[in-house]
């Protein structure tokens, strides 16, 4: 079984609120598991959030340099 987090164990891990992980998830950017009423998120999608969101800063900061310095 794969583990999973709560929404708060969540924004720990991420270092954001609680609130911000649910408007994530409603906004699909976090994919999550219902069990009734309760929001839980796999460690792995935890991690491809993470990973996604280097990307994406890499991405941009590669952009900036392109664009200031001509790299």
Do not use: C, N
Request: glycine content about 8%; hydrophobic content about 50%; overall charge positive.
């Amino acid at each position: 079984m794969r583990a999973l987090k709560s929404v708060e164990e969540a924004a720990v891990l991420l270092a954001i609120s609680p609130w911000t992980v649910r408007g994530y998830v409603r906004e699909g950017k976090l994919k999550a598991v219902r069990l009734g009423r309760r929001v839980l998120l796999e460690e792995a999608e935890l991690e491809r959030f993470v990973a996604e969101a280097k990307d994406q800063v890499g991405a941009e900061v590669h952009r900036l340099l392109e664009e200031r310095i001509g790299l």
